[in-house]
């Protein structure tokens, strides 16, 4: 039986097809554990490639009120990194797509770097997107990860010089996540002129897929912005649909078909 | 010794631990701040607004009766004469000035207690910036008559709802600002807290306490003090006071943490927490075993938060300065302990620098000590008359 495939295979099967990826954010824990299970499965059924989970942080500086509120929710349930360990454990044979978490430093320096990319290993989770670990800060994650195979997913700003931008390139794998904009996360406009003139740059430091986050939350961006990179990915919009809808009755339909329609390439 | 290095360490302690949208903002800040801050023109600039401005040099007073009463030779480093009431203005004349000298429009700011917001707010009338000060509900509610400051001087204050709407809380919200409006935005960051530069500039700016207290008091005594003490949340004023006397080891330094209600609702991150990263700092934090920041308490909004700056967590790995607890009770009795017997109200952070001479002059008869008196106390007339009313209803 095939388990979870890796970033590096899944970008190569949608290269294959012609495929944009389309990535998908939730908190871990929202609204409860048993949730995020189902949702997990959910979206992928409904066709996500990836799925970012984040870990619920106390002070989650870069995030937007949707993503705050959510996280903060998720963490007055008792989500933790020990449980959020043992839930993929336990979906290892129903999940197919690459996991890549999406965390602050505190919870896994404090879980002990080492141990926490052990564990991700064990737990079948293939890359890691630490908000507040600059490259600067990252030798010892570094080597960590490269122990046990975790990618380490950087990110890159409209306000990212060149300089810069090559030395996190050669930080990075899996694929790069291009900030659409400066700011939080959620949801807004973006511009996607300066962004694809931004991406040319970066598409020639390196082989790595870059992938647009922040910001997009209607199918119309979502379109846009697979134009311009390798894939988009939505967080803030997903989060609040879940916060809006599970409390219904078939939540998870629901969900399905919003995703499915978020990707859709059809109608506009 | 170089410290911090050229990464922005004190030992283990501090870094750059920042979202990427605020990169080349730091180091803007930093190679600016490294060209700037010998420079001759600078330096005149900056002392010229702390004496015409801010009322410098403070006195050293020697605090007679509580020395008596106490028998120790106790020396107050009187902070709260400056304009505004506290040694926040040292740091956001140093600040605004470069903000100025970069061209910044705009300028942000967190506040506890309300004295750095309303230090920022003054220095925002002089250089002309539009000011806003994040500052936790709680805080607001605490604090009033900062808030009234504030805006009369202009600036907006906006209220922070989430978590437990206190400073922490504050300092959330000014980063999301910051990395939101970061092209056009100066964060005047009010202690030596979060990424490198700010807990050295923070610290540079503020050090002109320990320079002037050290030159006070040689003039005064001939000779060091046994003991430095000072009240410590983020750290700037210990910070301030502490650093020019570094290197004089038979100085004693003493900072002194919120200790709160008790062990574990407090604000005392190096005698309770465990190394961490928060606020772009590697440094002592109060968290579970998840990583996740505890709520804390003091009495004292200004102390209200549960990290430390990076160069007090290095202090204290090092042994260079000792770290202990006085509760909201004790610091309390040291606010009226000052009023009493100098005529001095202090702030009820440096209340908690009062509170433990008392504990100090058991161990320590007839030494010669310096406190940072960091604040006036007349933003905290309301507060301790309600915990005083409650010890009064509570025992009738």
Known sequence: MKNMITLKEKFSQLKKQNKKAFIAYIPFGFPTIKFTKGIILTLQKAGVDIIELGIPFSDPIADGPIIQEATSIALSRGANTTKLFALLRSLKKDIKIPIVFMTYYNPVFKFGVDKFFNNMNKAGASGILTVDLPIDESKEYLKSARKSNIKTIFFVTPVTPKLRAKAITKAS?????????TGTTGMRNISYASIAKHLKEIKKMSKLPVCIGFGIHSRKQVKEVSRISDGAIIGSAIVKFIKENHAKRNFLNKLEKYVKALKSKDRN | MLIPDKKGYFGDFGGKFMPETLF???????????????????KEEFTFYLKEYAGRPTLLYFAKNLSKNLRMKIYLKREDLLHTGAHKINNSLGQALLAHHMGKKRIIAETGAGQHGVSAATV??????????????EDIRRQRMNVFRMKTLGARVIPVKSGSKTLKDACNEAMRDWVTNVRNTYYLIGSTFGSH??????????????????????????????????????????????????????????????????RNLNSASLNFGKPGVLHGAKTYILQDKFGQVKATHSVAAGLDYPGVGPEHSFYKESGRAKYVTINDKEAVEGFKMLSELEGIIPALESAHAIAYLKKLAKKAKGSLTVVCLSGRGDKDLEIVQECIDKTLNSKS
Not at chain 2, 24 to 42: Q, R, T, V, W
Not at chain 2, 124 to 137: P, S, W
Not at chain 2, 240 to 246: C, E, Q, S, T, V
């Open chain 2, 124 to 137: 925002a009338r002089l250089f002309n910036f539009q000011c806003d000060v994040y500052m936790g509900e």
């Open chain 1, 173 to 181: 794998g899996g694929f790069i996540y291009y900030i659409s904009v």
């Open chain 2, 197 to 262: 530069p700010y807990p050295m500039i923070v610290r540079d700016f503020q050090s002109v306490i320990g320079k002037e207290a050290k030159r006070q008091i040689l003039n005064k005594e001939k000779r060091l003090p046994d003991y430095l003490i000072a009240c410590v949340g983020g750290g700037s004023n210990a910070m301030g006071l502490f650093y020019p006397f570094y290197k004089d080891k038979r100085t004693k330094m003493i900072g002194v943490e919120a200790g709160g209600i008790n």
């Open chain 2, 24 to 42: 080349s903002c730091l180091d803007e800040l930093g190679h600016f701040y490294a060209k700037i801050k010998n420079n001759k023109k600078f």
